[in-house]
Nanobody, 120 residues
């Protein structure tokens, strides 16, 4: 069984920065795509950023140029550096990691989410 855990959320003033971290644990053979999504209560989950198995990155329009996704495959970890934060970035941020395990084959696992609050 694979577990994914996020950390790094919190309260920050508008214009500030935060760095989110996410790590997958378990009998992981290889990690494939990794992504960050976010969700405001009552709204649909929104794609924030993705990084492919080849290291190609993609960003949602609302965060492009302000957020940076990166990874450390040796640690099965993905990060989200968030700069120039705005109040509209307030949301629960979820990490999603896909890959292969020794026991059950492919996995596609979400973390429990970490809250980010940006004050005006």
């Amino acid at each position: 069984q694979v577990q994914v855990v996020e950390s790094g959320g919190g309260l920050v003033q508008s214009g500030g920065s935060l760095r989110l971290s996410c790590t997958a644990s378990g009998q992981i053979l290889k990690v494939d795509a990794m992504a960050w999504h976010r969700q405001v209560q009552g709204k649909q989950r929104e794609l924030v950023a993705t990084i492919s198995i080849h290291g190609n990155t993609n960003y949602g329009d609302s965060v492009n140029g302000r957020f940076t996704i990166s990874r450390d495959l040796g640690k099965n970890s993905v990060y989200l550096q968030m700069n120039s934060l705005k109040p509209e970035d307030t949301a629960v941020y979820f990490c999603n990691i896909r890959g292969w395990t020794a026991s059950v084959g492919t996995f596609d696992t979400w973390g429990q989410g970490t809250q980010v609050n940006v004050s005006a």
